[in-house]
């Protein structure tokens, strides 16, 4: 005969005639500190609201979740063991692959293996004596996170001491590992740069150190000046060539000076473009004032010293046919057929004038579909003439964003008849490529140098094309603010498109979202990011080895001193910039822990140590997994420190979620200095 009652979170089980363990229910404990990769965990209940049901199976009790799911619990002292039933629950309806994996003081002690609908439930008894934290988790089983409905049935922790207690994460504090610039001059940026003959020239010297700052420039190309004190460049770009300019920057404290190679031919965008990009921080609020600011604050918070330099609007700007914020109501286009931006924009050419005042570039949206993805005007049939009012507005960058266009490449449009769309049938390169060529074209006929960004979300394997037809840079994937728990795996999947890295050839897995950003989900107001600290390390070192534009997409009003360190450090922007363009290469060391590899110009290279796993781990990086040998001098980028000379290896403990990256260069070359 049994007994229950409860207090609060904790149930007292007695059976009679024994001394019986406490049971804790999953379901009692806080919830909301569960993290998970869509929607909220549900107490008793299934994602869907339904019951908890496991191949026909109903249970009263347990935990309703969704891949990828995290939740840490501290067992305070005197847990005994876990136990539950887990499987996807039958509400997910879809092809769901989720796997349990329960860890104990950072050992696994359950893994259900790669679970799918239907798969029948399996039974968790994880011993838990003498641990202290335990960690349950749901993966998503290895095809994206889609339907992953997960349900811990009947979970429970029995214990004969303390009540456990659910964490958010392990505490972490955010540390600043870069140290601040030092009040001399450090001219940073890349040593590359390209353009196109005859046409508008304006490149802002990036430099730290305090001002006034006297720049000095050799070799500038006739047609071609420097403004002495702001270090912007300006004039026409130089016909064809390679023109190597010294620059020489000079304050009070000291001088610096460092070459830039200006090569005026086809290719543009030589390095990874950087910038901003206000899509994750004001969604369909955005406004002029919000973009004049974000120029003024690129400038003011010591960004544009390190590198950044477009200014971009995303979506939105435009009209739209229906709108909550009826200011953003209205025609698409006028009698010429000339789009018509938004109340909000009432000048967009007084805009990019703006942005460029700074010596800082202007970027916008659009998509090729009749409406963008928020809804607003696209350039479907009107792409000549939009390509043409951009370039004359001055913009310098377009994201030109698939959207409603997959109705068009479905044929949805009988009229179109010049272009391929592949009805009912499978999609076809052709179908793929037309609205990207088309706009590609009419860019590169306008009198400015404009960079193309094909959104399209990697269909077509875009990555072996993007480049032919007229972009510089190319999404590979969907949107990263769905799945900011999943960076490292967004990550490596990018980097697998590595062999179309190069020279105006980015791969390109969307924005940095640190400091305040809104959730995706519904365009939320600016608050701070779910990521950790070593997190945004780790994400920002990803995007530096794999040379993928870097545009910061957060709320540029609120850009605290650790954002301002994660997204400024010149040494790790160095890497991204460098010359060779290369994305790094992948060794996995276990399913853990893995290295990427960057060779750089210098013949150095650019090495991460990550760790994915959630306890501190040592990483080893051994010369022949690096592709170097005998003695090698080691520098922290990120905390800017040369930690010595190593003979075959080098390792470190790197936390959990986070990164150890190190520049390596032959000791016989010196020191491993900046340049
Ligand atoms: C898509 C893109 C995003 C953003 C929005 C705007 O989702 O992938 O980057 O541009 O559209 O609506």
């Known amino acids: 005969m049994k007994k229950l009652f409860s207090t609060g979170s904790l149930v007292f089980l007695l059976v009679a005639g024994a001394a019986a363990a406490d049971v804790v229910w999953m379901d009692t404990l806080d919830l909301s500190l569960?993290?998970?990769?869509?929607?909220?965990?549900?107490?008793?209940?299934?994602?869907?609201?339904?019951?908890?049901?496991?191949?026909?199976?109903?249970?009263?009790?347990?935990?309703?979740?969704?891949?990828?799911?995290?939740?840490?619990?501290?067992?305070?002292?005197?847990?005994?063991?876990?136990l539950a039933t887990v499987g996807v629950d039958e509400a997910a309806n879809g092809p769901a692959t989720v796997v349990f994996r329960v860890t104990v003081d950072g050992h696994k002690k359950f893994d259900s293996g790669v679970m799918k609908t239907g798969t029948p439930p399996k039974s968790v008894d994880v011993d838990l004596k003498g641990a202290k934290t335990l960690l349950l988790q749901v993966l998503d089983g290895g095809d994206g996170v889609g339907f992953d409905h997960a349900d811990?049935?009947?979970a429970r922790i029995m214990t004969s001491g303390r009540a456990p207690v659910a964490v958010a994460v392990p505490v972490e504090e955010k540390v600043v590992l870069t140290p601040k610039p030092g009040p001399q001059p450090r001219l940073n940026g890349p040593t590359i740069y390209g353009c196109r003959p005859g046409n508008p020239f304006l490149y802002r010297i990036p430099a730290q150190g305090v001002r006034p700052m006297k720049f000095t420039l050799s070799g500038l190309p006739a047609g071609l000046k420097v403004d002495e004190r702001t270090g912007v460049i300006s004039g026409k770009n130089p016909s064809t060539g390679t023109y190597t300019v010294t620059i020489r920057a000079k304050n009070s404290h000291g001088?610096?000076?460092?070459?830039?190679?200006?090569?005026?031919?086809?290719?543009?965008?030589?390095?990874?473009?950087?910038?901003?990009n206000h899509w994750y921080a004001h969604y369909d609020r955005v406004t002029d004032q919000m973009m004049r600011e974000a120029a003024d604050l690129m400038i003011s918070s010591g960004m544009a010293d390190v590198g950044y330099s477009y200014v971009n609007i995303d979506d939105c700007w435009m009209n739209a046919p229906k709108h909550g914020d009826q200011k953003r109501v209205g025609p698409l286009r006028d009698d010429q057929g000339r789009i018509i931006p938004n109340q909000y924009f009432p000048d967009m050419r007084g805009l990019a004038d703006y942005i460029h005042g700074k010596g800082l570039k202007a970027g916008l949206y659009t998509s090729p579909g009749t409406l963008t993805c928020g809804g607003f005007g696209g350039a479907y049939q009107h792409e000549a003439i939009d390509a043409r009012t951009?370039?004359?507005?001055?913009f310098d960058f377009l994201k030109y964003d698939w959207c409603s266009y997959g109705h068009i490449a479905e044929g949805g449009d009988p009229k179109a008849t010049n272009i391929p769309t592949w009805g009912k049938g499978a999609p076809t390169l052709e179908g793929y490529q037309y609205p990207?060529?088309?706009?590609?074209?009419?860019?590169r006929q306008q009198p400015r140098d404009i960079l193309l960004n094909h959104c399209q979300y990697g269909m077509g394997d875009v990555w072996e094309w993007g480049a032919a037809v007229g972009g510089q840079s190319w999404r590979t994937a969907g949107d990263l603010g769905f799945e900011l728990d999943r960076i490292f795996d967004v990550a490596l999947k990018n980097s697998e498109h590595r062999a179309w890295s190069g020279p105006g050839s980015w791969n390109d897995p969307d924005y940095i979202q640190i400091g305040w950003i809104g959730n995706a989900r519904g365009g939320g107001l600016p608050e701070p990011c779910p990521l950790t600290g070593n997190e945004q390390y780790a994400y920002m070192s990803l995007w530096a080895l794999m040379a993928s534009p870097i545009f910061f997409s957060g709320d540029m009003t609120h850009l605290d001193e650790f954002t301002l360190n994660v997204l400024c450090n010149p040494e790790v922007i160095e890497v991204n910039q460098d010359a060779l363009g290369q994305c790094g290469s992948v060794s996995h060391i276990n399913e853990q822990l893995f290295v990427m590899v960057k060779d750089l110009e210098d013949g150095g290279k650019a090495v991460g140590l990550f760790n994915r796993g959630d306890f501190p781990s040592e990483v080893r990086a051994s010369w022949s997994l690096v592709g170097c040998s005998g003695s090698q001098v080691v520098r922290d980028l990120w905390r800017q420190k040369n930690l010595g000379t190593f003979e075959t290896e080098f390792k470190a403990t790197v936390p959990r979620h986070g990164v150890a990256l190190v520049k390596i260069q032959p000791a016989t070359a010196g020191t491993a200095k900046r340049r």
């Open 152 to 154: 811990w049935a009947e």
């Open 34 to 82: 569960m993290r998970q990769g869509w929607g909220s965990a549900q107490t008793n209940r299934a994602m869907r609201g339904g019951p908890l049901k496991l191949a026909g199976k109903e249970y009263e009790r347990g935990v309703g979740t969704h891949a990828t799911s995290t939740f840490w619990i501290d067992l305070s002292s005197g847990a005994e063991n876990f």
């Open 255 to 276: 001088t610096d000076t460092r070459t830039l190679r200006i090569v005026s031919g086809e290719t543009l965008s030589l390095t990874p473009s950087m910038g901003w």
């Open 390 to 394: 951009f370039a004359e507005w001055g």
């Open 436 to 443: 990207y060529r088309l706009m590609g074209g009419l860019l």
